[in-house]
């Protein structure tokens, strides 16, 4: 059975920094991409970064481009999403999600409908 499980997130005050873990299970890790999104309340989830394993290439929305970094520890099964200078309109909460690594996956991986298994979610507030 395929799992994410998240971890990090919490209250931060703004300029603040937080790093979220999304650890799997049941893959092969290099075999596939993760993708990170958020959801603030009543907004749509929205794609924030995006890592490859097998290569480590990575890509973000614009919002938090030089911010937000995406890495992947391929031994530990581990892929971690370092948030700096955060600010109010980052809060929300935070999934990982996985799938197959693609040429396709890579050009549409901002679609949350791709992707097959997500994590539970974890809240990040930035508030002071």
């Known amino acids: 059975e395929v799992q994410l499980v998240q971890s990090g997130g919490g209250l931060v005050q703004p300029g603040g920094s937080l790093r979220l873990s999304c650890a799997a299970s049941?893959?092969?890790?290099?075999?596939?991409?993760i993708g990170w999104f958020r959801q603030a309340p009543g907004k749509e989830r929205e794609a924030v970064s995006f890592?490859?394993?097998?290569?480590?290439?990575?890509f973000y929305t614009k919002s938090v481009e030089g911010r937000f970094t995406a890495s992947s520890d391929n031994d530990e099964k581990t892929a971690y999403l370092q948030m700096n200078n955060l600010s109010p309109d980052d809060t929300a909460v935070y999934f990982c999600?996985?799938?197959?690594?693609?040429?396709?996956?890579?050009?549409?991986?901002?679609?949350?409908?791709?992707?097959?298994?997500w994590g539970q979610g974890t809240q990040v507030t930035v508030s002071s």
């Open positions: 049941g893959i092969s890790f290099d075999e596939y991409c």
């Open positions: 999600a996985e799938q197959l690594d693609t040429s396709v996956m890579r050009d549409v991986w901002t679609l949350p409908t791709i992707y097959r298994v």
């Open positions: 890592i490859c394993p097998s290569d480590g290439t990575t």
